[in-house]
Structure formats: structure tokens, C-alpha cells
């Protein structure tokens, strides 16, 4: 398989890894724009990230994020929002300032003229420079959710059963049946993308992405298509299938 693969022993290496490629991308592409998943796998990378903020000047002044995926029916700043998660995370800490920030509104008059608005801004802003992603158990990318088919660009998603007890909303309060996602086309067409993969319940869907198969089946084998990969996992998730992944 054409991909970088770095398996560490657990959640914290994994996350000092990434952390530390992440870091090294900004110092040699300054004005990059990146693109963070929210989840609960890239959070202490994303903590590193603003404890060494002061490492990467950068990142506050020069960086351009734009949201990957956001719950549609939550209020922006509801503490379930990939949006409140992001600005909590990323966007305040690094001080990234709004004309630098690009995210759908959770909550929208009309679903599809906010795809629409995303698609429009991001032809303006260029393709993603780095997209930092994770997957779900059931193989989504963002919301990409397995299916006959996939598409190219931002969308309003219907997720899946997996995906709506999914534990950043299970305790919101919200019936949430759709979701706001970038497409297939806005992720493949980053310049860089890292993958983060951790824990055990991970381990059947990274079974499947190690046999090499692409299928809209399972979104996540969509990026064995792109020439820069790297899969950032712990032992858990890959355990048994390293090989496969490294050849
Ligand atoms: C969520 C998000 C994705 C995220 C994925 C994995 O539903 N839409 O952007 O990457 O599922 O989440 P976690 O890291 O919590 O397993």
C-alpha cells in the first residue's frame, strides 16, 4: 500500500505523533489551509497543538481552517457542535481569525444554500493543504457515510444509526438525522492528509481498509487513492493487520 504508516503503542504516542507532523507541515507551509475532523481521537492532538502554539508563530497568524463536518439541527454553540468543539479546541487557542475560518452553521435556514455557500468559498480559498481526519466505526469520512455511492462535494448528509449514537451527541438532547460534510473530492484533492485511528473498536474497520479494497462501502478506502496518506494509528486499532498496512 502507498501509505505512510506510523503505528505507536497507545493513544498518547499517537497523539504526540501527530501533533508533531502536524507542526512540522505548518512550519514549511505557513498559510496553509487545514482541515480538522472533530471526534474524540484528534483531541490531545489538537491539545499539543495549542500547548506549543508559541513553537509555530503560524499558526495564529497565518493558517486558514475550514470545518470538515458539522451536525445539522444543533445550535453553533452547543456543547455537541463539531462548531463549538473546533472553536474550543483550534480556533481560539490558536487565535485563528474569522476571515481565516471557514465552517458550515449547524444550524441553517436552508441546508442545501449552506452547501452551496461552503462550496463557493472553498473554490475562492483553494484546495486543502492538510486534512486531518479520523473515521468511524462504520467507515465514514466526516459524514460520508457508507453507501452505493458517494459525493464529490459539500452536502447534507443522512447519517446512519452508527453515527447518530455517536458519543459526542448521544447526550445532547437532539434527534439528529443529518449532518453538513465536505465531499469526496474537497478531501481527496488536499495536498496532504493525515488519518488517526485509535482503540480497539476501531480495529474491524481498519481490518477491512487493510485488505486495499476501494468501495463507497467503506469511505475511508477512498484515501488509499491519495499519494499522500499518512495513517496515524495506535497498536489497538492495527494489531494483527500491520503488515497488510505497510505493504
Ligand atoms: C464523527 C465525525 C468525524 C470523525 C469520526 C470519528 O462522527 N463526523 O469527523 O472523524 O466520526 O470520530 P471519533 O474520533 O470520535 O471516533
Known amino acids: 500500500m502507498d501509505i505512510q504508516v506510523h503505528i505507536e503503542e497507545d493513544y498518547a504516542g499517537l497523539s504526540h505523533r501527530a501533533a508533531e507532523v502536524v507542526m512540522d507541515f505548518i512550519r514549511t507551509h505557513p498559510d496553509a489551509l487545514v482541515c480538522p475532523a472533530s471526534g474524540s481521537t484528534p483531541i490531545d492532538t489538537y491539545r499539543h497543538l495549542a500547548a506549543h502554539k508559541e513553537e509555530v508563530p503560524e499558526f495564529g497568524r497565518q493558517i486558514r481552517v475550514v470545518k470538515l463536518d458539522e451536525w445539522l439541527g444543533l445550535p453553533m454553540d452547543d456543547s455537541a457542535s463539531c462548531e463549538k468543539y473546533l472553536q474550543d479546541r483550534l480556533i481560539k487557542p490558536l487565535e485563528v481569525s474569522p476571515?481565516?475560518?471557514?465552517?458550515?452553521?449547524?444550524?441553517?435556514?436552508?441546508?442545501?444554500?449552506?452547501?452551496?455557500?461552503?462550496?463557493?468559498?472553498?473554490?475562492?480559498?483553494?484546495?486543502?493543504?492538510?486534512?486531518?481526519?479520523?473515521?468511524?466505526?462504520?467507515?465514514?469520512?466526516?459524514?460520508?457515510?457508507?453507501?452505493?455511492?458517494?459525493?464529490?462535494?459539500?452536502?447534507?448528509?443522512?447519517?446512519?444509526?452508527?453515527?447518530?449514537?455517536?458519543?459526542?451527541?448521544?447526550?445532547?438532547?437532539?434527534?439528529?438525522?443529518?449532518?453538513?460534510?465536505?465531499?469526496?473530492?474537497?478531501?481527496?484533492?488536499?495536498?496532504?492528509?493525515?488519518?488517526?485511528?485509535?482503540?480497539?473498536?476501531?480495529?474491524?474497520?481498519?481490518?477491512?481498509?487493510?485488505?486495499?479494497?476501494?468501495?463507497?462501502?467503506?469511505?475511508?478506502?477512498?484515501?488509499?487513492?491519495?499519494?499522500n496518506l499518512h495513517c496515524i494509528c495506535d497498536r489497538e486499532a492495527v494489531v494483527g493487520v500491520e503488515a497488510q498496512l505497510r505493504s
Open 99 to 227: 476571515d481565516r475560518y471557514l465552517g458550515f452553521d449547524s444550524d441553517p435556514e436552508d441546508a442545501e444554500e449552506e452547501c452551496e455557500r461552503i462550496r463557493s468559498e472553498l473554490h475562492r480559498w483553494g484546495r486543502i493543504d492538510l486534512g486531518i481526519l479520523g473515521v468511524g466505526t462504520n467507515g465514514h469520512l466526516g459524514f460520508n457515510e457508507p453507501g452505493g455511492f458517494l459525493l464529490p462535494d459539500p452536502h447534507v448528509a443522512r447519517l446512519t444509526e452508527e453515527t447518530r449514537s455517536h458519543p459526542m451527541v448521544a447526550k445532547s438532547g437532539y434527534e439528529l438525522s443529518r449532518g453538513l460534510t465536505l465531499g469526496l473530492r474537497d478531501i481527496l484533492s488536499a495536498g496532504t492528509l493525515l488519518l488517526l485511528v485509535s482503540g480497539s473498536h476501531k480495529h474491524p474497520v481498519m481490518e477491512r481498509f487493510a485488505t486495499g479494497w476501494i468501495t463507497t462501502r467503506l469511505p475511508v478506502s477512498l484515501l488509499l487513492t491519495h499519494s
